[in-house]
């Protein structure tokens, strides 16, 4: 038994040291492969290229190197097919899962290359039944001879030429059926015949060539037979009859060739052999050759089948119908407690590795191969140091290492189970806390409850007691002052309170008379004596607490300190003052003349008290300027100072008694405390009439630290409020719903306006000081009352923010200051702003959403040079602004930017529409004039001129009373395009209208209710494209026109109510609008010039006219509703075939009109009240 035992142990040992080395085997990795290029020639023939003498270059993990020769396994087919045909082919290599790739030249001898041409031209004409290769080995010479030249002599035959110079003859081209062919000349014919047939036949008779005689008889390399005659001339007779039948392979190399007669039968060789691929068929039938014909090799791509083995209960399904040389994704099995190391192509130690790249070529079984798992196991402390850290096995047990201890904790186990591991684990330890208790010992009749559960370490802060005119020592434990915060032991404890006498302080504050020391008593010791201090110009009066005497001898029976405070009676200066507890009360002050000035201090102490009725004002007392430490004012201080004009309250005097200024009925000015709460009338009496009308302001004196509203919140009479001058903010909401305040004066040195500062406040005007840097959100939002903004000048306010002056009531003119770089949205929207116009230099370059939206009084804007962009519905709804010039920098405009603006016209120095325009930034299809220039005037018209060099005429110059017009060629070297929208608009004094042939529009407008116009002269070559609409409308002595020959548009009531008689259309007329001619009633005449190029004809176009007969175009597709309404006098209308919409109620009240229409039936798209009169129509009436 030992011995066996012995020999199973050295067995696991060399088992062991195997499978360690096949592990260490399978650890040396394939980094990456490479070819050698070493072995590569510049060239192969592809007939005698072997593959093997390629070398493959592998590099491994460990730095080894080995090289192996190239493969076929390691080509795909189609890589291998190409390296049988010549040319530069890239053929890529695949080994282990890793590719590379390698460029390789296949080409012919220029020998072999002409052998294989003379093979192929042979077998055009010839039955050889031999492949290329059995072909070449026959003819092929003998061992120490090579083949130099081949060629066809001029009688057919093969001639084959060798390296010892000697020549072979190897007779003439095969025939068609495999018999040799000879020919032979008789006195009839050319003759021919197979060599082992007796009789001849005609091939060609000699009566056709004319007595010429026959030199020479030769099938060329094409395998024509070709005769030449004696006079030199030669005869095609085209190809022996028979067939070629080439068999080709799966890549297009021949097999097999044959040339045969015709219907002969083939039996097809076998099809090749391919690896991965299934040979099915030919692809023609070879039972009866008709034909010249190449058949081709079918075959179908193998699939194959991968099986799975796990070694394990988990079953993976096969993976099948996998194509040749494809490769697939392999799944991962999962074995509990195992790490997958790969698929195998077998179940031993030295099997393959099958991997993702892996190609498959044919049906597999695939092993997995796994490790077992091993896992780490940390035991930690609770500070997550490590104590113990060991590798476990899966599914065995870790050892327990020593639990750590913790103070004021009871260790009860582990966190986590760790036997029978499965995964790395953190194991800590777990504990239960232990809890004391601390009691108190007060020596007072006062307990402390024990304080329970303290856990160990923490800082428990101990409680303060308190005892009746004693001092606490603190806590005390095991004779040991505690610390407020006492650290728990881990064990309970008692503390003892310890106490000493309170001692009190008797202290004296001598209001700057002489100094007092002060003393100590303990309750109930006897005070017996007070000193007394002594001031220069003073009597001493007593010592003070809280207003009360304090008197001596007395007992100390209070348990506090106490601080007396020395009150002294003077005058000074002819004021009455009292010195109380650190400051001034003035009690009376005599008469005094013109100007009454109270100090800030008297003997060094601020005076902050002036009492009731203190001041006897004289008759001539002017002006009253109080102290800046007072704070409280008693009732009727300054009554009846009816003298008085002017009144400065220091910036802290918020107590003031009532009626003060009773009486004070010519006060000019006063200036406040801005944090006292009072109304205006409350300083002179119980209401408003007491406030003197003489009184224009009221300032807010320098120095407050904040405006209470009360003041301005009431009426005010519309006195002006004036703000500090040491104010540089004004906060959100300050003046925000203040109807009474009417008038307000900002300082100076403002910087900034807050939100909702003055929003929906009664003020009507406002001066921007130019210290303003920012107006804030809604500063003036809402101001239905104010009428007037000014910005200072030299201003440098950059920041005007969201709806600040919006639906305020600011009207006329505005300068925005050039130094304002933001206008947020809405900040000018719903305003009475006439004009709006930008200081030279501004820093603005956008005019951002709303800005000056919903404006109904706003005509004319400049903008300033520096804008690039203009925001959402910016100027929308300002439905009376007439123009407004785009900056040639203005790079995006956005949507609805010009929206509900009806009369605006848009000027824009730019030459085209940029991208950067949004679509709908002109949703009312307002009219623009790009590469705008500038305005110009002379003492005839005035001018829009533009960078095209063109020009717009706007109208008459406020000299112009000329009766005939003459439209301008030209203004300073630009021409003159346009006539401008209502240029003449009303003008009854004009007579006639001389157009230039520069002119392109007539605009809108341009001459209604020119009433004295008579005639309209075009200058010839006119390019007037377009008349607008109202153009001439209402100039009813107008009697005639010619339109010009290159007119497109006529518009809407372009004509109405003219007296012409006649018109002519152009042929280059597209459109007549909506009652371009209606009310013309001496219009009898209209006709269209041939080959008209009209259209449209809008809604009622001839309405209430004198025509008599009209005959539309064969251009004309629509026709509007009413276009011959109300025409008595129209007796035929003639519609050519064309017209496919017509509106409705064409002839309403034109009943003798009989209607001629080319169409056989009415059209779909007519509208079925078209003839609602019921008028003649003759259908399918040719003019």
Request: proline fraction near 4%; hydrophobic fraction near 40%.
């Amino acid at each position: 038994m030992c011995l066996k035992g012995l020999v199973k142990y050295v067995s696991l040992i060399i088992l062991i040291l195997f499978l360690w080395s096949c592990q260490k085997e399978q650890d040396i990795l394939i980094e990456t492969i490479e070819i050698n290029q070493t072995t590569l020639n510049s060239q192969y023939d592809p007939d005698t290229f072997d593959l093997s003498s390629i070398e493959l270059v592998i590099h491994m993990s460990d730095q080894s190197v080995e090289t192996i020769p190239l493969s076929h396994s390691m080509l795909s087919s189609d890589d291998y097919i190409k390296l049988m045909t010549t040319g530069t082919h890239t053929i890529t290599v695949r080994y282990q899962g890793l590719e590379t790739t390698l460029t390789i030249t296949m080409s012919y001898s220029e020998l072999k290359t002409k052998l294989h041409l003379i093979y192929a031209l042979a077998i055009q004409t010839s039955d050889i039944p031999d492949t290329y290769e059995e072909w070449f080995e026959s003819i092929c010479g003998e061992d120490g001879r090579s083949i130099t030249n081949a060629f066809i002599s001029p009688f057919g035959h093969l001639m084959i030429t060798y390296s010892d110079d000697t020549i072979d003859d190897l007779g003439k081209i095969i025939g068609t059926d495999g018999r040799e062919v000879e020919f032979d000349v008789n006195d009839e014919a050319l003759l021919w015949r197979y060599v082992d047939d007796i009789s001849w036949q005609i091939l060609i008779e000699k009566s056709f060539i004319k007595g010429v005689g026959i030199d020479d008889i030769e099938i060329n390399a094409e395998g024509n037979l070709i005769i030449t005659l004696t006079n030199s001339e030669t005869i095609d007779l085209g190809m022996i009859r028979g067939y070629q039948v080439i068999f080709v392979g799966h890549h297009g190399n021949i097999i097999k060739s044959y040339w045969v007669k015709p219907l002969s039968q083939i039996i097809p060789p076998d099809g090749p052999i391919i690896p991965g691929y299934t040979f099915s068929a030919w692809d023609h039938s070879t039972e009866s050759i008709t034909g010249h014909l190449i058949v081709k090799a079918l075959y179908t791509k193998n699939t194959y089948q991968i099986n799975f083995e796990t070694n394990t209960q988990v079953v993976i399904s096969p993976i099948i119908n996998i194509e040749y040389e494809n490769s697939v994704t392999l799944p991962i099995p999962v074995y509990e407690g195992h790490v997958f190391i790969g698929w195998y192509q077998g179940d031993s130690v030295n099997s393959a590795p099958f991997y993702n790249t892996s190609l498959v070529t044919s049906n597999l079984t695939l092993y997995a191969r796994y490790a077992k798992s091993s896992y780490t196991v940390e035991f930690q402390n609770l500070s997550e140091e490590t104590i113990s850290l060991q590798t476990i096995s899966y599914q065995e047990s870790a050892l327990e290492p020593l639990a750590p201890y913790k103070p004021g904790y009871k260790f009860t186990g582990w966190d986590q189970v760790f036997t029978s591991i499965t995964s790395d684990l953190i194991i800590k330890p777990t504990y239960q806390e232990i809890y004391y208790s601390i009691s108190f010992i007060t020596y007072t009749d006062t307990s402390i409850p024990t304080m329970d559960t303290i856990p160990y370490g923490f800082g428990v802060i101990l409680p303060d007691i308190f005892k009746l005119d004693y001092d606490f020592m603190g806590w005390y434990y095991k004779g040991q002052l505690c610390e407020t915060t006492h650290i728990m032991p881990d064990e309970d404890i008692i503390l003892f309170a310890q106490w000493q006498r309170h001692a009190y302080t008797l202290s004296f504050d001598s209001n700057t008379g002489s100094s007092v020391d002060s003393s100590t008593y303990y309750k109930g010791d006897l005070v017996s004596t007070l000193p007394t201090p002594t001031k220069e110009g003073y009597t001493f009066i007593g010592w003070y607490t809280d207003d009360q005497a304090l008197i001596s001898p007395f007992t100390w029976n209070v348990s506090h300190d106490i601080e007396a405070y020395a009150i002294w009676t003077g005058i000074v200066d002819g004021i009455h003052y009292t010195l109380n507890d650190g400051y001034a009360f003035v009690t009376a002050v005599p008469e005094t003349d013109i100007e009454l000035i109270i100090p800030d201090t008297v003997s060094s102490l601020p005076i902050t008290h002036i009492g009731a009725l203190a001041i006897s004002c004289g008759a001539n007392l002017k002006k009253i300027t109080l102290g800046s430490n007072v704070t409280h004012v008693g009732n009727n201080a300054f009554s009846y100072c009816s003298s008085l004009e002017e009144i400065i309250f220091g910036p802290h005097t918020t107590s003031i008694g009532a009626y003060v200024l009773d009486g004070a009925t010519s006060l000019i000015h006063m200036t406040i405390s801005s944090e006292a709460p009072y109304t205006l009338k409350y300083y002179f009496g119980a209401s408003l009439g007491d406030i003197p009308g003489t009184l224009l302001s009221i300032r807010y004196a320098e120095g407050s630290n904040f405006i209470n509203p009360t003041l301005y919140q009431n009426e005010m009479l519309s006195k002006t409020l004036i703000l500090p001058n040491d104010m540089t903010s004004i906060p959100s909401g300050q003046f925000i719903n203040t109807p009474y305040l009417k008038n307000i004066v900002l300082p100076p040195n403002l910087i900034t306006i807050g939100d909702s500062a003055f929003e929906q406040s009664g003020i009507t005007s406002i001066s921007i000081p130019n210290t303003v840097q920012i107006i804030e959100r809604e500063a003036f939002f809402n101001t239905q009352q104010l009428s007037t903004l000014i910005f200072e000048e030299d201003s440098t306010i950059h920041t005007i923010s969201y709806d600040a002056f919006r639906s305020s009531s600011i009207e006329g003119s505005l300068v925005i200051p050039a130094s304002v770089a933001t206008i947020y949205g809405g900040a000018f929207s719903n305003t009475k702003l006439v004009n709006v116009s930008f200081e030279e230099g501004s820093q603005l370059t956008a005019i951002l959403n709303h800005v000056f939206s919903t404006n109904f009084k706003l005509k004319s804007i400049i903008l300033p040079s520096t804008i690039t962009s203009i925001g959402l519905y910016s100027f929308g709804s300002s439905n009376v602004l007439e123009e407004i010039i785009i900056p040639l920098g203005v790079t995006h405009i956005y949507s609805n930017a010009f929206s509900s603006c009806p009369v605006l016209t848009i000027y824009a120095e730019i030459d085209s529409k940029p991208s950067g325009w949004d679509a709908n930034f002109n949703p009312n299809n307002r009219p623009i004039y790009w590469s705008f220039e500038s305005k110009y005037s002379d003492i005839d018209y005035k001018y829009l001129l533009f960078t095209t060099d063109e020009a717009l005429l706007l109208g008459r110059s406020d000299t112009n009373t000329d009766t005939d017009i003459i439209i301008p060629k030209t203004v300073i070297s630009h021409n003159v395009v346009e006539i401008f929208s209502k240029a003449f608009d009303g003008d009854t004094t004009i007579e006639t209208l001389y157009i230039p042939n520069t002119l392109k529009k007539i605009g809108s407008y341009a001459f209604r209710e020119n009433t004295s116009l008579t005639s309209i002269t075009f200058e010839e070559n006119s390019q007037l494209e377009t008349i607008d609409m109202h153009a001439f409308y209402n100039a009813s002595s107008l009697t005639g026109v010619i339109l010009p020959d290159q007119l497109k548009v006529i518009g809407i009531l372009a004509f109405r109510n003219t007296a012409i008689t006649e018109i002519v259309i152009p042929n280059s007329v597209v459109t007549i609008d909506n009652y371009a001619f209606e009310m013309c009633y001496d219009l009898e005449v209209v006709s269209f010039e041939t080959g008209s190029s009209l259209q449209t004809l809008g809604i009622g176009v001839f309405s209430r006219t004198g025509v008599i007969d009209i005959v539309l175009p064969n251009s004309l597709t629509s026709i509007g509703n009413y276009c011959f309404q109300i025409n008595a006098s129209l007796l035929s209308v003639y519609i050519p075939e064309s017209v496919i919409y017509v509106g409705s109620h064409l002839f309403s009240n034109s009943i003798n009109a009989v209607v001629y229409v080319q169409s056989a039936v009415q059209p779909t798209l007519w509208n079925s009240d078209w003839n609602s009169t019921g008028n003649t129509v003759v259908w399918g009436y040719l003019i």
